[in-house]
């Protein structure tokens, strides 16, 4: 116990540290005023750690609450309806993903795609025109788009609604497990803390990954198949998690359970993006496709120094260098997946971290805010480690009709029961 109290103490003041750090370096607005609240939110966990040792759950409560939800509703107060872009970065009460998302709701309803046409813009392209996701994020800037400027209606508070209900969702699908203290130290650390304040949209893909997987470990491939879809049209990132959620649904279930994730897998994507497609595939193919890779009229800004990115920035063999690690990596995570397929919810979610962590190391442009995927799956992986992870050893009974249900509450393994959530 001792230990374990000197790791929780250890954790809040270091983390206290980054954000006290952050408040006084950082040129973001978002960031300092994040900084702030979270520098006093870690250090009164810290302060409660030592004075009630016996209830290591508090502590935890009062660095989320004050790392996350009282900085983030200080900054969208502050938020000026009229406030667009202002003197680049000093000023801003959020990130530009913010901004991006409601424009792309707004051009959504006006002209049937989320992309800005950039030939109407009657100027060279700028990194900020561009929505580098798919449509279905579009959804989180909705309420802004309908209901017009208001705290409320900023596209954070509903990434952070978002996200959750897809996290209680899936708790909620694994039969209510118990949740240890060390994951949600994952939850309330300040990389999660300070995305969900300033920005927000990779913990909601985070949070459809984790949904999805518990999904496909409760066999439910349809409805899994369909969570894979949306959280891959909102961003391509979340293909990788798709690909290890497939082969877990594949190495788990069995039966006819591959065929009814891939199915609905491809049904609902086509429901999502074929409109939009249609109703401009250039604008599509600019923002979603070329501009990420580097391929479109502006260059994407992510160069966070990061292995990847120091090795490419050494020249042509440089860069054909990191794309061969790259690539070494994911034959790497590949083999892994093909010997020792994930057969539980918490391999699926270490499987993930570990390939979207190499990913972002590795990758020639890439920002140091992504390396949350790897962070929280890690805590999602930690959350669901447990004698009744309802991970699913082939058996015959994981036939034909797994879309049936089967349950595996503590000790029982593998035994089929009735499901609850379809």
């Keep these: 116990m001792r230990a374990a109290?000197?790791?929780?103490?250890?954790?809040?003041?270091?983390?206290?540290?980054?954000?006290?750090?952050?408040?006084?370096?950082?040129?973001?607005?978002?960031?300092?005023?994040?900084?702030?609240?979270?520098?006093?939110?870690?250090?009164?966990?810290?302060?409660?750690?030592?004075q009630a040792p016996t209830r290591r759950k508090i502590p935890v409560v009062v660095a989320g609450a004050g790392a996350i939800l009282?900085?983030?509703?200080?900054?969208?107060?502050?938020?000026?309806?009229?406030?667009?872009?202002g003197?680049?970065?000093?000023?801003?009460?959020?990130?530009?993903?913010?901004?991006?998302v409601e424009r792309a709701a707004r051009n959504l309803f006006a002209h049937g795609t989320p992309y800005t046409d950039l030939a109407t813009l009657g100027r060279a392209a700028h990194p900020d025109d561009y929505t580098p996701y798919g449509p279905a994020m579009s959804v989180f800037g909705m309420p802004r788009a309908l209901f017009g400027d208001h705290p409320l209606t900023d596209a954070r508070v509903m990434f952070l609604l978002g996200s959750a209900a897809a996290l209680w969702a899936a708790w909620h699908v694994l039969r209510r497990p118990h949740i240890p203290v060390r994951a949600m130290h994952l939850v309330a650390n300040p990389l999660t803390a300070l995305t969900l304040c300033v920005a927000g949209d990779d913990i909601a893909v985070i949070a459809l990954i984790v949904l999805a997987g518990a999904l496909a470990y409760r066999v439910r491939p349809v409805w899994s198949g369909a969570v894979?879809?949306?959280?891959?049209a909102m961003k391509l990132t979340a293909l990788p998690a798709t690909a290890v959620i497939g082969i877990g649904v594949l190495a788990a279930?069995?039966?006819?359970?591959p065929?009814?994730?891939?199915?609905?897998?491809?049904?609902?994507?086509?429901l999502i993006t074929v409109p939009v497609l249609a109703a401009d595939p250039a604008a599509f193919v600019e923002h979603v496709l070329k501009f990420p890779i580097g391929l479109g009229q502006a260059s994407s800004p992510a160069s966070s120094p990061l292995p990847g990115h120091l090795i490419a920035g050494l020249g042509p063999v440089g860069h054909t260098v990191a794309l061969v690690l790259l690539g070494l990596a994911a034959v790497a995570i590949t083999g892994w997946?093909?010997?020792?397929?994930?057969?539980?919810m918490a391999d699926a979610m270490t499987r993930v971290a570990v390939g979207l962590g190499a990913a972002i190391v590795l990758a020639p442009a890439t920002r140091w805010g992504y390396l949350v995927y790897p962070v929280a799956l890690l805590g999602a992986a930690l959350a669901f480690a447990r004698p009744a992870d309802p991970g699913l050893a082939p058996t015959p009974d994981t036939g034909p009709d797994v879309e049936a249900g089967l349950s595996t509450g503590p000790g029982?393994?593998?035994?089929?029961?009735?499901?609850?959530?379809?």
Aim: charged letters at 10%.
């Design 259 to 270: 065929a009814r994730f891939l199915g609905t897998l491809v049904g609902v994507s086509a």
């Design 412 to 422: 029982v393994g593998t035994t089929p029961q009735p499901s609850g959530l379809r």
């Design 70 to 85: 009282v900085p983030l509703l200080f900054l969208v107060f502050k938020r000026s309806p009229s406030f667009t872009w």
């Design 337 to 344: 997946l093909i010997v020792r397929p994930p057969l539980s």
């Design 228 to 232: 894979c879809a949306v959280m891959v």
């Design 253 to 257: 279930c069995g039966g006819r359970a």
């Design 5 to 50: 109290l000197r790791l929780d103490l250890l954790i809040y003041v270091g983390c206290a540290v980054v954000a006290g750090v952050t408040a006084v370096t950082s040129e973001f607005y978002g960031y300092r005023v994040w900084g702030n609240f979270a520098t006093v939110a870690y250090l009164a966990a810290a302060v409660l750690t030592l």
């Design 87 to 100: 003197p680049w970065p000093w000023s801003f009460p959020a990130q530009p993903e913010v901004w991006v």
